[in-house]
């Protein structure tokens, strides 16, 4: 189009103006703000400030042009409803690229990209990408501003959707700048939904592309991403900065960013423990987050949901922050009976994207109630009845929304040094083999279980859902540069720690089934009766029974009081059966085998132990 492209940041936009702060560190930003809007030629630039004033005007702007719709607030106030296109409905790994310099320091299990190459199909796609748009510029902290483990980013984007969702996920606005004035360092990340909009041409509820790029540079810390608006894919402070960017900064600085819920568990005296556990996506993190246990005495406080980072202290053990200020969960599953936590969480000031829209402007979603309402509209727009044999809500539909809303949420949890850590779980989708609890003999062992973590496929990301793949630490598509030195690191992070303060390791499978095909366990609150026996563990109360895996719970020490289990589903919760894992071990061999030299000897001689073991039985 011939729309002259604006250039100038310093051009006032009517609102969110360049503020006017001052520091030897905001040159470095605006000039790097004046590079992008050259590039992708927006017609406004506005300075995110994170003001609830500012918010409004955003979300109510995005009322008017049809891309929210705004929720009954006698139900839900403050709320709105965001229906994305439907192609743009997931992470999107196969466009999901690190572009490290060599393609070693990716790794196998990431999409490599050489930087030169794709910066010159970024510069094409991005050149005018924004044209009859807005570009915001959104300053960010994951984790409290100024923090000694936080760390601030920029997100330049044309899509107020994201905009709204950053300023729930994280720390927006003007002290953030500040501290980029003041000279903090700072990651850049660029997204637009490529959707540039000719002079009088109106926009869609949802702009997107078909074509869509989401690259990662480790060596620069940077991020672009470019033809998608959805969660992972858009909002660059939480996967692709907080984990797969941070992965790499925690590598060179001797720390984890991993893609783990945090919280507190207090026993019945009133000790309290901090659990963090790894879960692939759409595996039960934001649910063991907000966990009311249905054994008496126990309490679970949420520190996080979905990503902590973990640093070695001085004294030996680790200590962990939740990086990000909200919630953006999995609906479909969330209910009175499963996680009343979150139910409660969502009274209102919450967005919510492609769920079902009730007639009385509520929202509703697969399992939030038992029955279906019996006439819905549907996460397309389409009219729907229980009838209409199709889900309501898509099954990676999700709500966005702060943390502080959370009615357990700890007190400190913005505690910026972070809580110290007892207790690490590796967890997975396991229809088979995978007991439903093991603990590891020590930290080696604990790793490589971390490091053979396989789970069935869901829906938060593109594929074929129930396909088991190998998904080690929950970290597949999430870390930054090459996962066998991944694995090297969290060794060399064990070598830190003083051996009696660091956190024990245990894997744990809500999901074995019957070969009926029904979950043996009924999860939820009731895996508070897993906790109960890991911190019994921890604290030295009960033995264990050492089996080729690990360490497996005796019976009588788990709590199943008013539980109606069957003896035999019990048994099959923990049945190790020889075979089944000695075709495990060769599959892992095979999986260690694609990380070549760069696969941690310890991990090989794990890996030869556990055969060993199968082998005497
Ligand atoms: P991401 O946000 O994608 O990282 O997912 P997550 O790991 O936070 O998963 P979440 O807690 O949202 O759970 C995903 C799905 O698993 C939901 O449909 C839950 O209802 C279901 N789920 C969670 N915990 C359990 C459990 O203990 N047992 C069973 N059977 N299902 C569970
Ligand atoms: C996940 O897929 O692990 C999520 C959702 O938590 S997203 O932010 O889209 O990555
Ligand atoms: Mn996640």
Redesign the pocket.
């Known amino acids: 189009s011939g729309r002259p492209a604006a250039t100038d940041s310093t051009r006032p936009a009517g609102r969110g103006i360049r503020p006017s702060l001052e520091g030897p560190g905001l040159a470095a930003l605006t000039a790097w703000v004046d590079q992008v809007a050259a590039l992708t030629q927006p017609d406004r630039i506005h300075w995110v400030d994170g003001s609830a004033a500012e918010n409004d005007a955003l979300l109510r702007e995005m009322v008017d042009e049809g891309k929210l719709i705004k929720l009954n607030p006698e139900w839900r106030p403050g709320s709105y409803l965001a229906r994305s296109h439907p192609s743009d409905v997931a992470r999107l790994e196969s466009r999901t690229y690190i572009a490290s310099e060599r393609e070693e320091d990716a790794g196998p299990t990431n999409n490599w990209i050489a930087p030169a190459e794709i910066r010159q199909t970024l510069d094409g796609v991005f050149e005018g990408s924004m044209r009859g748009r807005t570009m915001y510029v959104v300053p960010f902290s994951m984790g409290a501003v100024g923090g000694p483990l936080s760390h601030i980013g920029v997100q330049v984007t044309d899509s107020a959707y994201a905009v709204a969702s950053i300023g729930i996920m994280t720390r927006v606005g003007t002290a953030v700048l500040k501290q980029i004035a003041a000279g903090a360092p700072w990651v850049k990340t660029v997204h637009s939904v490529g959707a540039p909009l000719a002079p009088g041409e109106a926009d869609v509820a949802w702009p997107c592309n078909d074509e869509k790029y989401i690259v990662h540079f480790p060596d620069t810390l940077e991020v672009w991403s470019y033809g998608s608006g959805y969660g992972g894919n858009a909002i660059l402070a939480k996967k692709c900065f907080a984990l797969r960017i941070a992965s790499v900064i925690g590598r060179d600085e001797g720390w984890l960013a991993e893609h783990m819920l945090l919280i507190r568990v207090i026993d019945p005296k009133g000790k309290a423990y901090h659990v963090a556990a790894a879960?692939p996506?759409?595996?039960?993190?934001?649910?063991?987050a907000m966990l009311r246990p249905t054994i008496p005495g126990w309490r679970v406080e949420t520190l996080g949901?979905?990503i902590t980072w973990i640093r070695p202290g001085e004294d030996g053990r680790l200590w962990a922050i939740n990086p990000e200020a909200g919630f953006?969960?999995?609906a479909?599953?969330?209910g009175e009976s499963?996680n009343v936590t979150a139910v409660e969480t969502l009274w209102g000031n919450t967005i919510f994207t492609n769920v079902a829209l009730r007639p009385d402007g509520d929202v509703w979603w697969e399992?939030l109630t038992d029955e279906a309402p019996p006439h819905l509209t549907d996460w397309e727009g389409n009219d729907w009845t229980p009838a209409s044999g199709r889900p309501a809500a898509h099954p990676n539909s999700r709500f966005t929304v702060a943390a502080a809303q959370c009615p357990q949420i700890a007190d400190d949890w913005e505690t910026p040094e972070g809580v110290p850590l007892d207790v690490i779980l590796f967890g997975g989708r396991r229809a088979t083999n995978v007991p439903l609890v093991l603990e590891a003999t020590d930290w080696s062992h604990g790793v490589f279980l971390g490091s053979t973590v396989s789970s069935e496929k869901t829906a938060?990301q593109e594929g074929t859902v129930g396909e088991l793949r190998r998904d080690p630490f929950a970290m597949l598509p999430f870390c930054g540069y090459n996962m066998g030195d991944y694995f090297g690191h969290w060794l060399k992070v064990g070598e830190k720690l003083r051996f009696d303060r660091a956190p024990r390791i245990f894997q744990v499978n809500?999901?074995r089934k019957g070969d009926d095909g029904r979950?043996l366990w009924p999860?939820?609150g009731d895996?508070a009766r897993v906790i109960d026996w890991i911190i019994r563990r921890v604290d030295g109360q009960v033995e264990a029974v050492d089996s080729p895996i690990g360490r497996l719970p005796r019976v009588e020490d788990l709590d199943l009081t008013g539980l109606d289990l069957p003896e035999a589903d019990l048994a099959e919760l923990f049945a190790v059966d020889t075979e089944s894992w000695l075709a495990e071990a060769d599959l892992t061999e095979e999986f260690f085998d694609t990380f070549g030299s760069h696969l941690p000897a310890a991990l090989r001689t794990e890996l030869a132990a556990l055969r060993y073991r199968l082998q005497r039985v």
């Open positions: 879960f996506s759409a595996c039960g993190k934001t649910n063991l949901d979905d953006f969960g999995v479909p599953g969330t499963t399992g938060a809500w999901f979950f999860g939820f895996n």
